[in-house]
């Protein structure tokens, strides 16, 4: 099952990561992706490339979580790159960065979706 969603903002992404996560869509998790992008999940774990991000997201959605969106904040833009970052309903924090493609489209190519300070 692929629901592959164009990022046309960088907070798009953490928009339809709820929605493909809830979905238990793995390709379309792994999509909004760079290829060498890299992943730290779970805590302390890094994942680099679409190969290793999709091995994590096979686990994840494997569990079957119900995910809430959580309160995006308004992304940090300079040219091509974007921080966004949101607060979960458990009040953790993700923090990711993204970069526009050639096609206008944003994908993230740093995610930290638990941040611990």
Do not use: C
């Not at 991000?53 to 995910?67: C, G, H, N, S, W």
């Not at 904040?73 to 993204?98: C, F, K, Q, R």
Request: cysteine-free; aromatic content about 8%.
């Amino acid at each position: 099952m692929t629901n592959k969603k164009v990022a046309t903002e960088p907070n798009d992404l953490g928009k339809y990561f709820v929605e493909l996560a809830n979905a238990g869509d793995v390709d379309g998790l792994v999509a909004l992706y760079e290829p060498d992008a890299v992943l730290a999940f779970p805590p302390g774990n890094l994942a680099t490339g679409h190969a290793e991000i999709r091995k994590v997201y096979e686990q994840f959605v494997a569990a079957a979580p119900v995910l809430e969106p959580g309160r995006l904040h308004p992304a940090l833009v300079s040219g091509d790159l974007a921080l966004t970052a949101a607060t979960l309903t458990n009040g953790d924090v993700t923090v990711e960065i993204a970069r526009r493609q050639p096609d206008g489209s944003w994908l993230w190519v740093l995610d930290q979706p638990v941040f611990q300070a």
